[in-house]
Every structure is written in C-alpha cells, then in structure tokens.
C-alpha cells in the first residue's frame, strides 16, 4: 500500500497548486458552508471562485499538499508527525472548522487523486490512501480533544 501511494503522489505533487485547486473546488461544491471560514484580512470572499484565485488562499493550498507531502515522505513513521498533526488540528479548530468537516476533505482529496490519476486509481490506490488520511485525520483530532490551560 505505501507503494501505491508513494506512486501514485509522484504524479500530483510535481503540480501542487494545479491539483489542490481541484481538491479544493470539490471542497466546495460539496460543502459550501465552508467558504466563509477562508477570511484573510477580515475580508470575506463573495464566492469559491473569488476565494480560490486569492494569493492567500493559494498559499493555504500549498500548505496543505505539503502537509500529504510530509505524510507521505514519512509513511513508515507517521508517528513522529504526531505533535506537528495535533497542532495543526488545534490550529483549525481554533478559525471554527468542525471535526466532520473532514470527511469531506477526504472526499474531496479521494475525488482530486481520481481526476488526476484516471484509471490508475483503482480500488487498491483509493484504500491506500483513504488509510492513510484516516491516519492523518486521527491525529489532527487529537487536536481537538485537548483542552488549552486552565479550562
């Protein structure tokens, strides 16, 4: 299964930008409620559109294919990612992302490996890496579940 992941990630991350617009517009288009949640300077986008041409948000974008990168990178040891993965859970509880928010995420990052892959993604690929964001996921709600100081 690593293999098939290691694989299968080489074809996306050569363009990572190009490919998380594609994980990102699904994103969207299967959870609007979530666009109000992308403010930069307070300002709040009229659209996904708007929101997904923006300097920053393209920013996040390559934020968060680095983050797969890294869970990649590291697939034998997911563990030492652990305190990174848990804090970045906190991070996005903190701006008001809910838990179930990333199960679409999931989808969203399954649909974009789909349209990039094509027929390479096969059912093997496709629980390789639904593992592996699980995985990901299970660490980030780690997040979540520790209380800050003095609560």
């Known amino acids: ?18 490919h ?5 517009t699904r994103l969207f288009d299967l959870d609007p409620d979530l666009l109000p949640l992308f403010q930069y300077n307070c300002k709040q986008f009229a659209s996904p559109q708007e929101c997904l041409s923006a300097p920053e948000f393209l920013d996040h974008i390559r934020k968060v294919m680095l983050v797969i990168d890294a869970a990649v990178s590291h697939l034998e040891n997911l563990s030492c990612l652990e305190e ?3 804090n970045l859970g906190k991070k996005h509880q903190a701006v008001g992302v809910k838990v179930e928010s990333f199960s679409t995420v999931g989808e969203s990052l399954l649909y974009m490996l789909e349209k990039c892959l094509g027929a390479a993604f096969n059912p093997e690929v496709q629980e390789a890496w639904s ?5 990901v996921v299970k660490a980030m709600r780690r997040g979540w579940e520790t209380l800050p100081e003095g609560d």
Do not use: D, M
């Open 1 to 18: 299964q690593r293999a098939l992941i290691r694989e299968s990630w080489q074809r996306v991350s050569g363009s990572p930008v190009q």
């Open 84 to 86: 990174y993965l848990c």
């Open 131 to 135: 593992k592996l964001y699980n995985a």
């Open 20 to 24: 998380g617009l594609v994980l990102f």
